[in-house]
Nanobody, 125 residues
């Protein structure tokens, strides 16, 4: 699996952005695709995740109700729609993948073994 994130940028508070993650073909069933973020001086934080081939998503508490993860298997893409952005959402956002089989979606970054290059999201107040 190879990943490439895009779509970051500068947006005013209250605005929206949609991040995209390109997923290489032949991604096996059982993989989970996730979004994490890391702000300067802070630990990497779980944002959202989605199963690649079965129903199931999880969203982090800090973005619940504002961010939505989705996928388009035909296009090999995973998306993160971010609405009502806040300055505290400013971070580098990473797309990641991990094999979970039938296990539940994990919020722990250690379960994600494949990482793409991050994309910067900056929210101005």
């Amino acid at each position: 699996v190879q990943l490439q994130a895009s779509g970051g940028g500068l947006v005013q508070a209250g605005g929206s952005l949609k991040l995209s993650c390109s997923v290489s073909e032949h991604t096996a069933s059982g993989y989970v695709l996730g979004w994490f973020r890391q702000a300067p001086g802070k630990e990497r934080e779980f944002v959202a995740a989605i199963r690649w081939s079965r129903p199931g998503t999880r969203t982090g508490d800090s973005v619940k109700g504002r961010f939505t993860i989705s996928r388009d298997n035909a296009k090999n893409m995973v998306y993160l729609q971010m609405n009502n952005l806040k300055p505290e959402d400013t971070a580098v956002y990473y797309c990641a993948a991990g094999y979970r089989g039938l296990a539940s979606i994990d919020l722990n970054q250690n379960s994600y073994t494949i990482w793409g290059r991050g994309t910067q999201v900056t929210v101005s107040s």
